[in-house]
């Protein structure tokens, strides 16, 4: 596996696979990498000639009271990791290769951007959209892998690509769960053992919802309900929002049938959240 850790490497790796007629993806990360984002890897592989992997800890996407020195780092583990997966390439810049000090420019997420994830962090997803530019910007790819997990992001990357005219295609990945339903999150590794068995609560309050809708229920106000009332059951657990969503302009559905559920909540300290697409009326 090749590794670039500056932008002239990357920029040449590619070139040097475009002139070869290689197609390009990319899998941006922040490293701490785990079956999700190997699934990811996998996705990418099957479709395109040369995948790279990016690894960076994007200081921009975090709030000033967030994790992002804490945020768990190791680019040796990682590379191991990518290389076993038979990677071709791994970009792992610093802080000060992707921001200049004097940067100014961002990019803008737009009303998307605003709820949500967005209302809890503010400046989150234009710290995303921005850093998400400039690796589109970089590594030029034809395909760009994103999870679901972080659903809000994909559907905003989405708008991102489709406003702005980049020449990519956004695929988005199913999550990947730990045995107990848990969605894989590198945050997963914050929680202590109880923690971890009581954060099994938000796949929990989404299975609830799936089985009232499967089951013909169709008031979004009441599946909403029966989302809290489980999270609320979980004593370690506090509730940040439970909501039924349009899945693709992100304001509450109107009705519980074909919407995406997403839910996030604090379980200790930590702050997860997840996400599952409703059946369809
Ligand atoms: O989903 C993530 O890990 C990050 O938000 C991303 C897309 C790599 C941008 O920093």
């Given amino acids: 596996m090749e590794q670039a850790v500056s932008k002239e490497e990357i920029r040449q790796l590619v070139l040097e696979a475009r002139r070869e007629g290689k197609r390009v993806a990319l899998v941006p990360t922040m490293g701490a990498l785990h079956e999700g984002h190997l699934s990811l890897v996998r996705a990418a592989q099957a479709r395109a000639d040369l995948v790279v992997v990016s690894i960076f800890v994007n200081p921009t996407q975090f709030g000033p009271s967030e994790d992002f020195e804490a945020y768990p780092r190791d680019l040796a583990r990682d590379l191991a990791l990518l290389s076993a997966e038979g990677v071709d390439a791994a970009f792992t810049p610093g802080t000060e290769a992707m921001y200049a000090p004097d940067a100014q420019v961002t990019v803008d997420p737009g ?30 790819p034809d395909l760009a892998f994103f999870g679901e997990k972080d659903y809000q992001q994909l559907v905003i990357v989405k708008r991102m690509v489709a406003d702005l005219d980049f020449p990519v295609k956004v695929v988005g990945c ?7 339903g848990l969605a894989m999150s590198s945050r997963n590794a914050y929680l202590s053992a109880e923690e971890r068995a009581a954060a099994t609560v938000l796949y929990r309050a989404l299975r609830e919802a799936e089985t009232l809708v499967c089951g013909g229920e169709t008031s979004v106000e009441y599946v909403e309900q029966a989302m809290r009332d489980t999270v609320e059951a979980e004593p370690l657990a506090s509730l940040d929002y439970a909501a039924l969503i ?8 109107a009705g519980a049938g074909g919407a995406r559920a997403i839910i996030a909540a604090r379980v200790g300290a930590t702050r997860l959240i997840d996400n599952m697409a409703m059946p369809s009326a």
């Fill in 111 to 140: 009303p998307l951007g605003d709820v949500w994830e967005g209302a809890s962090r503010p400046g989150h997803f234009r710290g995303v959209c921005t850093i998400v530019a400039k690796l589109f910007a970089l590594v030029a």
């Fill in 174 to 180: 199913p999550i990947v769960r730990e045995y107990d």
């Fill in 246 to 253: 349009d899945p693709h302009t992100l304001v509450r559905a």
